[in-house]
C-alpha cells in the first residue's frame, strides 16, 4: 500500500510528507547526546559580542549605512525626470520656405527626440544602478557610431563619473530645459536637430555635504535609424550647495 | 527525520557569524572605497566632438559670383567673380585663389573667349569645366549666388564683420568705407566686393577683396559657432537658401564642422596674377602662364600653397600705405 501525501504547510518532503514517527531516544541515549553537546550561548554569544563591536566601530566612525537582514542599503529607485521644452525653432533652406509648416514640424522633431534625451540624462546622472557601478553604457547608445569613442573618452564630463558611486549617496534631478534648432532639407524634412540644454540635479556625497552638478552645452542630432547625436558641445560647472530645503510644492522633475 | 539539536545550534551560529561578517562587509566596503578614491573635484569640465574631415585628401570648390540682378536669372548671367576655394583638411588650412574676370581662356566647346562668359554660355558646369581645363585641377563642388543672393545671404547671418583694409570711395559700387574692423549688412558687403574703380589693380584687387569675405566669413562662422554651436544651423540655412550648389545638405553640414576647425589666419587669400590687353577689341586679361601653372600644381598635391610661390598682393601698395 502506497500512503497518500498528507497535504502539508511546506513545500519540503521532510516536513509536510513523512510518514514515519519520529524516533523516541530513550534515556540513556539522550543522556549520552547531552553529554557531547555543545550549549547554542557558545556560539551566539560570541557572534554577538563581534556583531556589536563591529556596530559601534562603524558608527563612531561616521561609517556606511549599516545594512539590515544582509541587504546593502542603497536605494536603487531611478528618480523621475522629464525637461521642459521651451522652444523649438525652423531653419529653413529653401528662399520660399513655409515658415509656419516648418516651425509646426520642428516642435514635433522636438517631441520625437525629448524622450532621448530625458532617458540620456537619466541614465548619465539619476540611474542609481549606472553611477553606482560606474557603467553608463545605456548612455552612449544616443550617440552615433562616429561619435561614441568621443562620448566614451568624455565619460567624466558626460555623466556623474566612473567613481561617483564611490562619492555619492543620492542624487535627485533639479530642473532641465531644452531648445531646438530644427534645420530643414529642401523638401521639409527635418535634416539636422540642435539641442541646447540645460540640467541640474544635487548630489548628495556620503560625507552629508551636497554638490549642485550642472550640465550646459548642445547636442547636434540627424535622424540616422532614429535620432542619434552626432555631434557635441557639453560644459559641466558644478558647485557646492547647501542641502535643499523641502518644498511641498515644488516639482521634482522639472522647472 | 530531524536535526539534532547540537547541530541545529552549529548552524545557527554558523549563519549568525556569516550573517554579521557578510553585513559587515557590505556596509564597509563601500566606505573603504571612497576613503581609498580621490576626492570629488568641483571644476569646470568641458567635453566636445565634431564630425570634421581629417584626411589628407584636398577638397576644392568653385565658388561663382553671377552679375545678375534681382530679376535677373543667376545661372545665365556673367560669372564677374571666380574664386577656387581648395581646403585641407588634415592641416585645417585653406587657400582662396581669385580668378580675373576677363582672363582671356578656352572656354570647353566654344573657344576663347573672357572666363566670365562661360556661365552665360553653358551655366556653372561650364564655368567648372572651363576652371578644370585651365588649372588641371577637378572640382568636388561648384557654389554660385547673384547680387540678391549675396546680399540675403550675408542679412541671414546679420551681417559680416570685415576688416576693411583700406578706405573705400567709389560711387559706382557705393563702397565708402573707412579702414577698420566693421560689421557690414549685405548691401555694404556687395559694394566692398564690387568696388574696383578706386582700386589701383582694379579687378584684381578686387578679386582679392571678394576673398577677404570669404575669409572674414570663415573667421565670423568660427567665432559664432564656438560661442553657440547652433549658430551653424543658421549659417548653412541662410547659405543653402540664397546659393545654388552641388554640395549635398550632410556633405555641407560635415564641410561646416571642418570650417569650424580652420583658422581666419590659416586661410592664404592670392589671385592669379597677369596683364591687361586687348584682344579684337575686347579689354582682356592675359594670365601669367608661369604663374598659372606655378600655382595650379602647388594647390594640386594637398591644396595649399607654398610660401614661395604666393603671388603679390594687387593691394599691396594700399595696405602698405604707399
Same mark, same amino acid.
Given at each position: 500500500?502506497?500512503?497518500?501525501?498528507?497535504?502539508?504547510?511546506?513545500?519540503?518532503?521532510?516536513?509536510?510528507?513523512?510518514?514515519?514517527?519520529?524516533?523516541?531516544?530513550?534515556?540513556?541515549?539522550?543522556?549520552?547526546?547531552?553529554?557531547?553537546?555543545?550549549?547554542?550561548?557558545?556560539?551566539?554569544?560570541?557572534?554577538?559580542?563581534?556583531?556589536?563591536?563591529?556596530?559601534?566601530?562603524?558608527?563612531?566612525?561616521?561609517?556606511?549605512?549599516?545594512?539590515?537582514?544582509?541587504?546593502?542599503?542603497?536605494? $536603487?529607485? #531611478? %528618480? /523621475?525626470?522629464?525637461?521642459? =521644452?521651451?522652444?523649438?525653432?525652423?531653419? &529653413? !533652406?529653401? @528662399? *520660399?520656405?513655409?515658415?509656419?509648416?516648418?516651425?509646426?514640424?520642428?516642435?514635433?522633431?522636438?517631441?520625437?527626440?525629448?524622450?532621448?534625451?530625458?532617458?540620456?540624462?537619466?541614465?548619465?546622472?539619476?540611474?542609481?544602478?549606472?553611477?553606482?557601478?560606474?557603467?553608463?553604457?545605456?548612455?552612449?547608445?544616443?550617440?552615433?557610431? $562616429?561619435? #561614441? %569613442? /568621443?562620448?566614451?573618452?568624455? =565619460?567624466?564630463?558626460?555623466?556623474?563619473? &566612473? !567613481?561617483? @558611486? *564611490?562619492?555619492?549617496?543620492?542624487?535627485?534631478?533639479?530642473?532641465?530645459?531644452?531648445?531646438?534648432?530644427?534645420?530643414?532639407?529642401?523638401?521639409?524634412?527635418?535634416?539636422?536637430?540642435?539641442?541646447?540644454?540645460?540640467?541640474?540635479?544635487?548630489?548628495?556625497?556620503?560625507?552629508?555635504?551636497?554638490?549642485?552638478?550642472?550640465? $550646459?552645452?548642445?547636442?547636434?542630432?540627424?535622424?540616422?535609424?532614429?535620432?542619434?547625436?552626432?555631434?557635441?558641445?557639453?560644459?559641466?560647472?558644478?558647485?557646492?550647495?547647501?542641502?535643499?530645503?523641502?518644498?511641498?510644492?515644488?516639482?521634482?522633475?522639472?522647472? | 527525520?530531524?536535526?539534532?539539536?547540537?547541530?541545529?545550534?552549529?548552524?545557527?551560529?554558523?549563519?549568525?557569524?556569516?550573517?554579521?561578517?557578510?553585513?559587515?562587509?557590505?556596509?564597509?566596503?563601500?566606505?573603504?572605497?571612497?576613503?581609498?578614491?580621490?576626492?570629488?573635484?568641483?571644476?569646470?569640465?568641458?567635453?566636445?566632438?565634431?564630425?570634421?574631415?581629417?584626411?589628407?585628401?584636398?577638397?576644392?570648390?568653385?565658388?561663382?559670383?553671377?552679375?545678375?540682378?534681382?530679376?535677373?536669372?543667376?545661372?545665365?548671367?556673367?560669372?564677374?567673380?571666380?574664386?577656387?576655394?581648395?581646403?585641407?583638411?588634415?592641416?585645417?588650412?585653406?587657400?582662396?585663389?581669385?580668378?580675373?574676370?576677363?582672363?582671356?581662356?578656352?572656354?570647353?566647346?566654344?573657344?576663347?573667349?573672357?572666363?566670365?562668359?562661360?556661365?552665360?554660355?553653358?551655366?556653372?558646369?561650364?564655368?567648372?569645366?572651363?576652371?578644370?581645363?585651365?588649372?588641371?585641377?577637378?572640382?568636388?563642388?561648384?557654389?554660385?549666388?547673384?547680387?540678391?543672393?549675396?546680399?540675403?545671404?550675408?542679412?541671414?547671418?546679420?551681417?559680416?564683420?570685415?576688416?576693411?583694409?583700406?578706405?573705400?570711395?567709389?560711387?559706382?559700387?557705393?563702397?565708402?568705407?573707412?579702414?577698420?574692423?566693421?560689421?557690414?549688412?549685405?548691401?555694404?558687403?556687395?559694394?566692398?566686393?564690387?568696388?574696383?574703380?578706386?582700386?589701383?589693380?582694379?579687378?584684381?584687387?578686387?578679386?582679392?577683396?571678394?576673398?577677404?569675405?570669404?575669409?572674414?566669413?570663415?573667421?565670423?562662422?568660427?567665432?559664432?559657432?564656438?560661442?553657440?554651436?547652433?549658430?551653424?544651423?543658421?549659417?548653412?540655412?541662410?547659405?543653402?537658401?540664397?546659393?545654388?550648389?552641388?554640395?549635398?545638405?550632410?556633405?555641407?553640414?560635415?564641410?561646416?564642422?571642418?570650417?569650424?576647425?580652420?583658422?581666419?589666419?590659416?586661410?592664404?587669400?592670392?589671385?592669379?596674377?597677369?596683364?591687361?590687353?586687348?584682344?579684337?577689341?575686347?579689354?582682356?586679361?592675359?594670365?601669367?602662364?608661369?604663374?598659372?601653372?606655378?600655382?595650379?600644381?602647388?594647390?594640386?598635391?594637398?591644396?595649399?600653397?607654398?610660401?614661395?610661390?604666393?603671388?603679390?598682393?594687387?593691394?599691396?601698395?594700399?595696405?602698405?600705405?604707399?
Amino acid at each position: 500500500m502506497v500512503a497518500a501525501p498528507l497535504p502539508g504547510r511546506y513545500p519540503s518532503r521532510v516536513l509536510s510528507n513523512s510518514t514515519k514517527p519520529p524516533v523516541q531516544a530513550n534515556r540513556t541515549e539522550r543522556a549520552s547526546r547531552k553529554k557531547g553537546r555543545t550549549p547554542i550561548a557558545l556560539f551566539a554569544i560570541p557572534a554577538a559580542i563581534v556583531a556589536v563591536i563591529v556596530v559601534l566601530i562603524l558608527v563612531l566612525s561616521g561609517g556606511a549605512d549599516i545594512p539590515i537582514l544582509g541587504g546593502n542599503g542603497e536605494d $536603487d529607485e #531611478v %528618480p /523621475a525626470f522629464d525637461f521642459n =521644452v521651451k522652444k523649438a525653432s525652423a531653419v &529653413a !533652406t529653401v @528662399g *520660399d520656405a513655409d515658415l509656419a509648416a516648418l516651425t509646426a514640424s520642428a516642435e514635433q522633431t522636438s517631441q520625437d527626440i525629448t524622450p532621448t534625451i530625458d532617458d540620456l540624462f537619466t541614465n548619465a546622472f539619476l540611474d542609481p544602478t549606472n553611477w553606482r557601478e560606474g557603467d553608463y553604457e545605456e548612455v552612449f547608445e544616443a550617440f552615433a557610431e $562616429d561619435a #561614441v %569613442p /568621443a562620448a566614451q573618452q568624455s =565619460v567624466e564630463t558626460l555623466t556623474l563619473g &566612473a !567613481t561617483a @558611486g *564611490d562619492l555619492f549617496e543620492d542624487v535627485e534631478p533639479d530642473k532641465g530645459s531644452l531648445a531646438y534648432d530644427v534645420l530643414f532639407d529642401p523638401e521639409a524634412n527635418p535634416d539636422t536637430a540642435v539641442v541646447t540644454f540645460h540640467f541640474v540635479a544635487v548630489g548628495e556625497r556620503k560625507d552629508g555635504t551636497f554638490v549642485k552638478l550642472v550640465s $550646459d552645452g548642445q547636442f547636434f542630432l540627424r535622424d540616422i535609424d532614429g535620432w542619434t547625436i552626432t555631434a557635441f558641445d557639453v560644459t559641466r560647472s558644478d558647485r557646492e550647495t547647501q542641502p535643499p530645503t523641502p518644498s511641498p510644492s515644488a516639482s521634482p522633475s522639472s522647472s | 527525520m530531524t536535526i539534532a539539536p547540537r547541530r541545529r545550534a552549529c548552524v545557527l551560529a554558523a549563519l549568525l557569524v556569516a550573517w554579521v561578517a557578510g553585513s559587515v562587509l557590505g556596509a564597509t566596503r563601500p566606505a573603504e572605497r571612497a576613503a581609498a578614491a580621490p576626492l570629488f573635484q568641483i571644476e569646470p569640465a568641458h567635453a566636445e566632438f565634431a564630425p570634421v574631415l581629417d584626411g589628407s585628401q584636398p577638397i576644392f570648390v568653385l565658388v561663382i559670383g553671377s552679375d545678375a540682378r534681382p530679376d535677373q536669372p543667376v545661372e545665365s548671367q556673367r560669372a564677374d567673380s571666380l574664386h577656387i576655394l581648395t581646403i585641407n583638411p588634415a592641416r585645417h588650412k585653406a587657400t582662396i585663389v581669385g580668378i580675373p574676370r576677363d582672363a582671356y581662356v578656352e572656354l570647353p566647346g566654344s573657344g576663347q573667349n573672357k572666363i566670365n562668359t562661360a556661365l552665360f554660355f553653358g551655366g556653372p558646369d561650364l564655368v567648372v569645366a572651363t576652371v578644370e581645363q585651365l588649372t588641371g585641377l577637378t572640382f568636388d563642388y561648384w557654389a554660385m549666388t547673384g547680387f540678391a543672393g549675396f546680399e540675403a545671404m550675408i542679412d541671414g547671418v546679420e551681417g559680416l564683420v570685415v576688416d576693411v583694409p583700406f578706405a573705400m570711395d567709389d560711387q559706382a559700387s557705393r563702397a565708402f568705407f573707412e579702414p577698420g574692423v566693421q560689421r557690414l549688412a549685405g548691401n555694404d558687403a556687395l559694394a566692398f566686393g564690387r568696388n574696383r574703380h578706386d582700386l589701383p589693380a582694379g579687378d584684381f584687387g578686387r578679386s582679392e577683396n571678394q576673398g577677404l569675405l570669404m575669409v572674414s566669413a570663415l573667421g565670423q562662422f568660427k567665432k559664432e559657432y564656438t560661442k553657440d554651436p547652433s549658430r551653424m544651423l543658421i549659417w548653412v540655412g541662410s547659405f543653402l537658401s540664397n546659393v545654388q550648389t552641388s554640395l549635398p545638405l550632410d556633405e555641407l553640414m560635415t564641410l561646416a564642422f571642418t570650417g569650424t576647425a580652420i583658422n581666419q589666419n590659416a586661410v592664404t587669400n592670392v589671385v592669379f596674377p597677369g596683364g591687361t590687353g586687348m584682344v579684337g577689341g575686347l579689354s582682356v586679361v592675359q594670365l601669367d602662364q608661369t604663374a598659372l601653372a606655378t600655382i595650379s600644381s602647388d594647390l594640386a598635391d594637398d591644396g595649399l600653397l607654398k610660401k614661395k610661390n604666393i603671388p603679390p598682393s594687387p593691394n599691396a601698395s594700399l595696405t602698405s600705405g604707399e
